[in-house]
């Protein structure tokens, strides 16, 4: 027996329904409604665990599917209406519908379509969410979506010790509600990008990035005791022979509860750091407030007001010295060194890095220009000047030009008006003022020292600009093979 819905209280509403269900705008509708609903089955289980191991699945979860959604929703009873005002006017609409039963052609029509289509999306849906959700996880899709915008920060990031670290990580982090912010704030960007009104170059730093304590922190710990650590500068000179010059310094990287080194003087279990910065980008900060165990103190510069006012007052976190950890920026003369001790460019042509440094500093219109001419230009100054070197050791001079465009490449990016020093690194003090945002002995108390700006408070100067430093030689540090040259 065949099961019968078309009983007097069915009869009156739900017949004609099935009857002007049956037409294109309608069965789309059913289409676009039950694809919105079988994706958001698949992203249910992710989304009710309130931590998501892609954030970019807010993108489809609070975007992408609710507009589709009700976009279908609207287009099923607009058919409905459209079929019955078209059947009306031409006379054709029945007077009488056959009962809802199975032989009833109609129902059978719309409950095969909506079985196929569900079937059908599943299929779809499956393969189709775990690829899209796999692929906005990718650093792909963070560095080359929108490719002009992004293609500072995304060569910085491929040549930063955080290269094999997804941007998601450090830039959203784990849970959910980050994530559901960063989607809305994307929005915003998304509409900066399709109608170009973004900045240039993208001013820094980044005001809605979540704090760093809650994602460096995950794998960075700075209340955890770091030992000392020996960093070797190594600087080669702008004369003939590139002469190279070691400083030696010994990092007290400190941390863990006494309050020593680095990491414990300024993120120590008990120690909280407020600052007042007057400029967006936090260079020049008049008015600090320690605070450590509970005693607070205030250092402020003399033309400071009372209590950071006029002055944007922000607690000091990771990044207010670690502030472009996976997104820096050489400038010419330190971006030479480091390519030199690396054997990229050869330090046995003379006045290599005088010649480097005064190709790089021209100002190029665009990238496609300074590939022609920097090589160019690094090839000529030899066979000019040194025709002897150019017959002998062309290839090296040839490798050392193609290097230096690669330095080029790193760093300077017209269409976005990135120049040499366009970020400024707070890491140190030589190329920015980084650490004597502060620590310049002019920040004082009402009565008391002043933040202090002696050098061993963070390091020991082991060596400085030496030749062949002894203390090298007495710890068995080997020269790399490019400083042997």
């Not at 191991?53 to 279908?72: K, Q, R």
């Not at 976190?317 to 472009?324: I, W």
């Not at 480091?338 to 010649?355: E, N, T, V, Y």
Request: hydrophobic content about 40%; aromatic content about 10%; proline content about 7%.
């Amino acid at each position: 027996m065949t099961p019968d819905i078309s009983g007097p209280k069915n009869r009156g509403w739900l017949s004609p329904i099935v009857h002007l269900s049956n037409n294109w705008i309608s069965l789309a509708g059913v289409v676009i409604v039950t694809t919105a609903v079988v994706f958001w089955l698949f992203l249910l289980p992710i989304t009710l665990k309130g931590e998501a191991s892609n954030p970019y699945i807010g993108i489809l979860v609070f975007l992408g599917l609710p507009a589709p959604f009700f976009a279908g929703l609207i287009l099923i009873p607009l058919g409905i209406w459209v079929k019955r005002r078209r059947e009306g006017s031409t006379g054709i609409y029945p007077r009488d519908f056959p009962p809802l039963t199975w032989r009833n052609f109609e129902l059978r029509k719309l409950v095969y379509f909506f079985v196929a289509t569900t079937v059908l999306n599943l299929a779809i849906a499956s393969q189709v969410t775990y690829g899209a959700v796999n692929y906005m996880d990718s650093v792909t899709f963070c560095g080359e979506t929108c490719h002009t915008v992004m293609q500072p920060e995304f060569k910085a990031y491929q040549n930063s010790p955080h290269s094999r670290v997804e941007c998601v990580k450090c830039h959203i982090g784990p849970g959910a509600g980050w994530f559901v912010k960063s989607k809305l704030s994307g929005v915003g960007q998304v509409f900066a990008v399709t109608f170009h009104t973004y900045p240039t170059p993208i001013p820094t730093p980044v005001h809605n990035l979540r704090p760093a304590r809650e994602t460096c922190e995950q794998c960075h710990w700075p209340q955890k005791y770091g030992e000392d650590r020996l960093k070797v500068i190594s600087k080669y000179a702008v004369d003939e022979n590139n002469s190279l010059t070691k400083t030696v310094l010994l990092m007290k990287i400190g941390g863990g509860n006494n309050g020593i080194g680095i990491h414990g003087t300024h993120l120590g279990a008990d120690v909280t750091i407020r600052y007042g910065h007057s400029d967006e980008a936090r260079q020049n900060i008049p008015w600090v407030e320690y605070e450590v165990k509970g005693k607070k103190t205030v250092y402020a510069t003399s033309d400071a007001k009372p209590d950071g006012a006029g002055l944007t007052i922000r607690t000091m976190d990771c990044m207010d010295c670690h502030n472009r950890p996976a997104h820096s920026y050489d400038l010419p003369d330190g971006a030479l060194d480091k390519a030199m001790h690396d054997g990229l460019i050869s330090a046995s042509l003379p006045f290599a890095k005088k010649k480097a440094i005064e190709i790089l500093k021209v100002n190029y219109l665009s990238r496609d220009e300074a590939a022609q001419k920097i090589p160019a230009a690094f090839a000529k100054y030899y066979q000019d000047s040194y025709p002897a070197i150019w017959a002998q050791r062309q290839s090296e001079v040839a490798s050392s030009a193609k290097e230096l465009l690669a330095v080029y490449d790193r760093n300077i990016f017209p269409d976005m008006k990135v120049t040499w020093g366009a970020y400024p690194i707070n890491i140190g003090h030589t190329d920015f003022p980084g650490c004597f945002r502060c620590h310049d002995g002019a920040h004082a108390p009402k009565t008391g020292d002043p933040i202090t700006q002696d050098c061993n408070a963070c390091h020991n100067i082991l060596s400085m600009d030496e030749s062949n430093p002894k203390v090298l030689t007495d710890l068995g540090i080997v020269e790399s093979k490019a400083d042997r040259k």
